[in-house]
Nanobody, 119 residues
Framework: QVQLVESGGGLVQPGGSLTLSCAAS????????MGWYRQAPGKQRELVAH???????NYADSVKGRFTISRDNAKKTVYLQMNNLKPEDTAVYYC?????????????WGQGTQVTVSS
């Protein structure tokens, strides 16, 4: 069983930055692909970024060049550095984990953290 706890959300002005963190409990964190999803009001949940067990990363086109996902296996934590934030980035951000090399259908989800980009 894996529990995921996100932190770092908040209110930020357009062009600002935030870093989200997701701390995982349980064993074998390094065997889990990790991802960040988001869901805006009235929209479907979408995959924003994910990092494979071997460290390879992938991003949605809408965040490429602005967001960076990383993981620290020793700390069992995954991060999402978000720069040059835009109002359309406003959403609840969820951390997810899947016990395979790459993420497809997560086994575990965090409770979500709100990110609001507004002046």
């Amino acid at each position: 069983q894996v529990q995921l706890v996100e932190s770092g959300g908040g209110l930020v002005q357009p062009g600002g930055s935030l870093t989200l963190s997701c701390a995982a409990s349980g064993s074998f964190f390094r065997n889990y692909a990790m991802g960040w999803y988001r869901q805006a009001p009235g929209k479907q949940r979408e995959l924003v970024a994910h990092i494979q067990t071997d460290g390879i990363t992938n991003y949605a086109d809408s965040v490429k060049g602005r967001f960076t996902i990383s993981r620290d296996n020793a700390k069992k934590t995954v991060y999402l550095q978000m720069n040059n934030l835009k109002p359309e980035d406003t959403a609840v951000y969820y951390c997810a984990a899947e016990r395979r090399k790459t993420i497809a259908t997560p086994d575990y989800w965090g409770q979500g953290t709100q990110v609001t980009v507004s002046s």
